[in-house]
């Protein structure tokens, strides 16, 4: 059967589908409207959660989609056919099931991968009232990864210098510095913000609301753009208590950024750390769902255009258009294959999770 109905073709429908889905299993959704951006078609956004489960459990999983905009296609399609596959009917006592919907809306809604802010929502999660605010080495090519224009001169001279940069220094040299996470350039790639975003802090509100008395819990954060083709890769992110639970549930194939295992470059202020602060005495396994689309370089110019395009370029222009197309291919091939590849490894993975949920005490 194909489960290419799941997936939507834009964040409207994506919302009405999770919507209907929720309804017809007889499930309340808590929506939570983001009150300082609008939709690219001039839509209220909102990030919306629905709980399968009793209310108070003592074991929650988490299944998070959107948090970087545009790689919310996966993650809901992922959600919504769950929801209408059964999925979760006969949990465990004291066990609950967490849904959230487009994490970063604007971002969904837009087609970008970054917020309303151009914040990196899984490199806002850092402490900002500690003074430190990791650089990675992004300033030495921020000028290059945001050239004065997209089709000319300055974009070619600046892709010789970033060119010049992999061949002095290496492919993972310069993913770490362009994907790593900054603090100082608005305007640049991968920035954290200087505060927490409105995503930030709704989301940290709703872990305390639907995870208050929780010991244990689980979370399932899907991503897409880094990796082979379809693959799911189990990134696991956070403390090494984390990363402990997370290798316990998932197995042998989880990966870590931090020990150069992942196809992730190790990267600060994600939402792992912020689930740990949010929630000082769970138990807590966290991993990124980590889905493999195009190749990292095509990748990467997609991201880097679409960063042009917001600070210097035209949206409705025949180039802006190309833009528009290219990073939400780069996020979201739309493609039988690849929907079938993510559904089931989605699968796969949730069962996993869940049987360790049960294992805990
Ligand atoms: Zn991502």
């Not at 999660?125 to 080495?137: A, E, M, Q």
Request: aromatic letters at 10%.
């Amino acid at each position: 059967m194909t489960v290419a109905h799941y997936f939507s073709s834009n964040y409207a429908e994506a919302r009405e589908k999770f919507q209907t889905a929720c309804q017809q299993r007889g499930l309340k959704v808590d929506s939570r409207r983001n009150p300082v951006a609008k939709g690219a078609a001039g839509e209220d956004l909102f990030m919306d959660i629905a709980q399968i489960g009793p209310t108070g459990a003592h074991k929650v999983l988490f299944l998070m989609s959107g948090t970087h905009g545009v790689e919310g296609y996966c993650g809901s399609g992922a959600q919504i056919g769950m929801l209408e596959e059964g999925y979760f009917t006969d949990l465990p006592d004291d066990t609950a099931i967490v849904l959230v919907h487009a994490m970063n809306p604007y971002g969904f809604s837009h087609d970008r991968r970054v917020n309303e802010d151009n914040v990196d929502l899984n490199r806002n999660f850092l402490d900002f009232t500690k003074p430190d605010r990791p650089d990675g080495g992004y300033a030495r090519i921020h000028p290059y990864i945001l050239p004065e224009d997209w089709d000319g001169p300055a974009r070619r001279d600046a892709n010789k210098q970033l060119a010049m940069f992999i061949e002095q220094n290496g492919m993972k040299a310069f993913q770490a510095a362009v994907s790593g996470g900054q603090y100082q350039h608005q305007d640049g790639v991968f920035f954290g913000g200087h505060k927490p975003t409105w995503s930030n802090e709704t989301f940290r509100q709703v872990v305390r609301d639907y995870a208050n008395e929780a010991e244990t819990v689980g979370f399932i954060d899907f991503h897409t753009g880094l990796g082979p083709y379809g693959y799911g890769e189990l990134i696991s992110l956070g403390s090494l208590d984390q990363k402990g639970l997370a290798a316990d549930w998932f197995g042998d194939d989880v990966t870590d950024p931090d020990a150069g295992t992942s196809s992730s470059a190790p990267v600060v202020g994600t939402v792992g750390h912020g689930v740990a602060e949010t929630l000082p005495n769970a138990a807590i396994a966290f991993i990124a769902l980590e889905y493999g689309t195009r190749d990292l370089n095509q990748v990467l110019t997609a991201l880097r255009g679409d960063n042009w395009l917001y600070h210097k370029g035209e949206l409705g222009s025949d180039l802006g258009t190309r833009i528009k197309a290219d990073i939400r291919d780069a996020f979201y091939p739309d493609e039988e294959a690849w929907k079938a590849k993510v559904w089931a490894r989605a699968c796969d993975v949730t069962d996993r999770a869940l049987a360790g949920l049960a294992r805990a005490g």
